[in-house]
């Protein structure tokens, strides 16, 4: 298996402190490395920023808002060519330190919860974000081009 270089700057982290410190971790990444993505970006070229930021809810609870901005390959059903599809989303997320605060912040809350009692790793809170994201079905929009360099 093959280890990307950019992989050992995933260190995991205490989601309570940065919501204590209002703290701020940011990074890069070509969602083609991440494995949840892989077989749905079609090769290289996608870029995506993400940024995870301390929070709280407008109760006072610790939260963490995950950010992600960039673009994504993915490919065309219709016509199987590449379609990149943008991604800009902002979620906040509830801390949980264990299954049962979990259960009761889902039911008490309109945001998401995620579990939070060990520390998290970014790069996985970002492939979530891109999972719920990205269009399952994707297509360009109005009329596929032609597929460029498709030869006879
Ligand atoms: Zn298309």
Redesign the pocket.
């Known amino acids: 298996m093959q280890r990307r270089s950019h992989a050992a700057a995933r260190e995991s982290f205490d989601a309570y402190r940065l919501a204590a410190s209002r703290g701020e971790l940011t990074g890069e990444l070509d969602p083609a490395a991440l494995p949840r993505l892989a077989d749905r970006v079609t090769g290289e070229g996608g870029q995506v920023r993400w940024s995870i930021r301390g929070d709280a809810d407008a109760e006072g609870r610790p939260a963490i808002v995950v950010a992600i901005e960039g673009a994504v390959p993915l490919t ?1 059903q ?2 199987l ?1 590449v ?1 990149v599809e943008p991604v800009a989303q902002s979620t906040l997320l509830l801390l949980a330190r264990d299954e049962a605060e979990l259960v009761r912040l889902d039911e008490a809350s309109e945001h998401e919860v995620v579990p939070a009692g060990a520390p998290l790793d970014p790069v996985a809170l970002v492939e979530d974000e891109l999972l719920l994201t990205l269009p399952f079905a994707p ?2 929009e109005g009329e ?1 081009a032609p597929v460029a360099g498709a030869s006879a």
């Open positions: 065309c219709r016509c060519g379609v297509r360009h596929c």
